[in-house]
């Protein structure tokens, strides 16, 4: 992805549209006033480029981030309640729109959340604390509505092997905090965290009226600290080769037998067999699952139920009294995120239904604010992306004439999906009953586990989308080798057709080239033209293509974001090339529009040094310290940053635009610098 999802990306509002003499975004699409000529461009250029706008920034309270994307979803969130607004004065609605307005007015209607406790949950809390046996707790931590999980995750998705058809694909879950290395890390804000954790472990329990909280709090977290100890680090979860292993389930209950798996598959409606044979999953951290199955048999049920209890009440926390809601957030929001306070409750029903009934919401959200001319533009501007990048791999020296074939039959065989759906998504088997908020939400899981399960054995709907068209974010999807811009992204100042081209192709050029790029990155490059886990490479090609990002991957391993907390460069190498390569495309992409003509000069900048402010401005951005360590420790991404001078510093284009030399901090000799695509 190109954007880092942090709670809902949403797009911008029309008004920050950057026309011709705009007094924010400056005459040709940046804001003149951000960039800080105190500072040299070689050797801070993310300061450089946002230095004027860092002065003064400061994350809003209810944020974990300030900058570019906050100011796009606060424009986009005014959007979709303004969509919300209409649906609540609309007395014809249809069937769909009264689903949108029930579901919002519920979770709106805190005087009858407050009234109504934990009653919409007790037959659930119930049933919980009746669980008898491990098989019972397995089937529980499979059940679709309730939202709980245990130590290992199921998911419905695309065979990477064979991508006509769906699989069930099995990984290691069952952690509170975002990653294992909240458990096992050894520095003091970790070990505070820790400390937190355990305090709202105990929390949780005495909401739910458990005796002996205390005691019991501290096993629940002793059984999610061994989870954690069986947990592969996040880094190697990346690898495409090492997280797929075929079995059949009756081959996954001999290779961890401690597990209940038939009574967990089918409290999900998945039976063993299938239309040809025994149904297969696909196991994702291999070596792990024995180690959880042996910790999931060794627990005592009474542990696993106080488990169940602690997750099962933060999954619905949001739907709950205050009490309890302010405690999660206090935890997860602040501690995890470094959020100060709560966004307010008609800000999160609009996310609430982007998260649930994202298509319905989004059919709206297109229809009147992404018209087809704007489509076809951005279709435009994507298809002159891949063409720059089928161009460059015909030029390509260090790739055998081999590989290069299968790279350009690959870019050949893209698939781009622009702005929303062509074929929306049905809701008309989604129950939602007005002023019951926990039920309505237990149906939008299920509904949506059982959309998927209905098709598993059918051939892939390839027409799907996996964002909402209002959310300000892209994706690569190396199965169907597709990339999917939703309407949220193009927008300005990612896009307008009335700035310079120069600050298009640095904004969304370089977006549209970070999507292509991951179908080249350390592991899309894994995949073939049609979507296939296979090597297309020749070996020696291989090799060099790994030798060279591995140099990039020790780059972004100096890179120190906050003191002692560095970038893991081998985690964070998929995004880190894409946003590379994605730049010196989207860079030759401008020069092919140029035709051959010189680019103006604009208020004393070249077209090139446009370019590149561009792109460090497509980057201004700040976040707390939680949310930093959070995505440091457990996210591809780096922080913005050092998408800005992790990357320019390997780009020739751009010490040529700056005349950037020997002694400048961000200097690298050309041996040292990265060259993929």
């Known amino acids: 992805m190109k954007k880092i999802v942090i709670a809902l990306a949403l797009a911008c509002a029309a008004t920050t549209a950057v026309a011709a003499g705009d007094a924010v975004f400056g005459p040709w699409g940046v804001s003149l006033g951000y960039v800080d000529a105190s500072v040299k461009p070689g050797d801070n250029f993310f300061s450089y480029t946002n230095g004027g706008w860092l002065k003064t920034a400061i994350v809003p309270p209810d944020r974990s981030v300030a900058g570019v994307n906050l100011e796009l979803d606060k424009g986009n969130e005014a959007k979709l309640q303004s969509i919300v607004a209409a649906l609540e004065a609309k007395p014809d609605a249809g069937a769909e729109e009264r689903k949108l307005r029930d579901l919002y007015d519920a979770f709106e209607d805190t005087k009858a959340i407050e009234a109504a406790g934990l009653s919409p949950v007790k037959a659930d809390l119930a049933r919980i604390a009746a669980l008898r046996s491990p098989a019972e707790i397995a089937a529980f931590t499979a059940s679709p509505a309730t939202q709980v999980g245990g130590p290992f995750a199921m998911r419905i998705t695309v065979d990477q092997k064979n991508p006509n058809a769906y699989a069930i694909r099995l990984g290691q879950s069952g952690l509170g905090m975002p990653d294992r290395d909240y458990y096992l890390g050894t520095d003091k804000q970790i070990a505070a965290t820790r400390e937190a954790y355990k305090k709202y472990i105990v929390d949780m329990l005495t909401f739910a009226g458990v005796k002996d909280a205390a005691a019991r709090g501290a096993a629940v977290y002793a059984l999610e600290a061994k989870i954690a100890d069986a947990h592969w680090p996040a880094a190697d979860r990346r690898d495409a080769d090492k997280t797929y292993n075929p079995m059949t389930i009756s081959a996954l209950a001999k290779f961890a037998p401690q597990f209940p798996w038939d009574e967990y598959f089918g409290a999900a409606g998945i039976a063993r067999k299938a239309p040809v044979g025994e149904r297969s999953v696909v196991v994702a951290e291999k070596t792990a699952f024995p180690k959880l199955a042996a910790i999931f048999a060794a627990t005592p049920v009474s542990v696993w139920r106080d488990y169940l209890t602690v997750h099962y ?17 206090a935890f997860y929001g602040t501690i995890i995120g470094g959020q100060k306070i709560q966004l307010p409750r008609d800000l999160r029903g609009v996310h609430l239904l982007d998260a649930e009934m994202g298509e319905a919401l989004g059919k709206l959200y297109a229809a009147k604010y992404f018209p087809p001319e704007a489509k076809a533009k951005a279709a435009l501007l ?3 992306l891949l063409k720059a990048y089928e161009a460059d791999i015909q030029t390509l020296t260090w790739m055998a004439p081999e590989t290069k074939a299968k790279a350009l039959e690959k870019i050949r065989h893209f698939t781009p999906k622009v702005g929303y759906p062509d074929t929306w998504r049905d809701y008309s088997a989604l129950a939602i009953a007005p002023h019951d908020l926990v039920g309505d939400i237990k149906n939008t899981e299920a509904f949506e586990w059982n959309r998927r399960l209905s098709r598993i054995d059918a051939p892939v709907d390839r027409s799907e989308w996996g964002m909402t068209p209002p959310t300000n974010n892209a994706y690569y999807n190396p199965t169907l080798n597709e990339i999917v811009f939703p309407a949220g992204i193009l927008q300005p100042p990612y896009f307008d057709p009335n700035a310079d081209d120069a600050v298009n192709y640095g904004e969304i050029g370089a977006t549209i080239g970070h999507e292509i790029s991951h179908g080249f990155d350390d592991q899309g490059s894994k995949y073939d033209a049609f979507g296939v886990l296979r090597n297309w490479w020749t070996d020696a090609d291989r090799k060099d293509f790994d030798a060279r990002t591995t140099m ?21 190498l998929g995004e880190n090339i894409a946003d590379l390569a994605g730049l010196v495309i989207a860079h030759k992409a401008y020069e092919i529009a140029l035709d051959g003509k010189p680019a103006p000069v604009l208020n004393g900048f070249t077209g090139d040094q446009r370019f590149y402010i561009a792109y460090g401005q497509s980057w201004r951005e700040i976040w707390t310290d939680g949310l930093t360590r959070r995505i440091v420790l457990s996210n591809p991404h780096s922080p913005s940053k050092f998408r800005v001078n992790g990357v320019v510093r390997n780009d020739d284009g751009w010490y040529a635009a700056f005349d950037v030399k020997p002694g400048d901090a961000m200097y690298l000799p050309p041996d040292q610098r990265v060259k993929l695509w």
């Open 313 to 329: 009440l933060h999954a619905f926390a949001d739907y709950l009294p205050k009490k309890i809601d302010d405690t999660d957030f």
């Open 382 to 384: 994507v298809a002159n």
């Open 552 to 572: 990039l991957a020790k780059q972004y391993d100096g890179y120190e974001p906050l003191p002692g907390l560095h970038i893991n460069g081998r985690l964070t």
